[in-house]
């Protein structure tokens, strides 16, 4: 499974012992921000949680959505601490897509916090996906 930051595909590997519609990989956080993993399943879930939380929170406390970048920011922090402090690092690539009053952001969030924009490719194929880019970009 890979997240390409172009589209809202999620392909899945269909089997006999999974539950329709369990093994989701395209999430909404809020109304105007949707989440994107790929790795491990629950390590996605933990972390759509987080960004739900922050949401709720943001908009409790300011009356207002939280901003992508804020999001984004806080995510990547929660990653991160994740990482130093916890058991185990999150075993998930994370894209952020966020339409705000700046227009559509698209933000990659990896294990060791690092929030970037604008996201790139992260998938365990890396080099399939962009070989498949450019290979659209040439047609």
Not at 9 to 38: P, Q, W, Y
Not at 41 to 54: F, L, S, T, Y
């Amino acid at each position: 499974m890979s997240s390409i930051g172009t589209g809202g595909v999620e392909k899945l590997v269909i089997s006999k012992m999974l539950v329709e519609g369990s093994n989701r990989r395209i999430f909404s956080c809020d109304l105007h921000a949707g989440i994107a993993t790929s790795g491990l399943a629950a390590d996605g879930r933990q972390i759509v949680n987080r960004a739900r939380a922050e949401a709720a929170n943001f908009k409790n406390f300011f009356g207002d959505a939280i901003p992508g970048e804020v999001l984004c920011d806080r995510i990547a922090s929660y990653k991160h601490l994740f990482t130093l402090y916890g058991t185990r690092p999150y075993g998930v690539g994370t894209l952020l897509a966020v339409y705000d009053e700046e227009g559509p952001q698209l933000y990659q969030i990896e294990a060791s916090g690092v929030g970037m924009v604008p996201a790139d490719l992260h998938a365990t194929a890396e080099t399939a996906a962009k070989a498949a880019l450019e290979d659209d970009d040439d047609d």
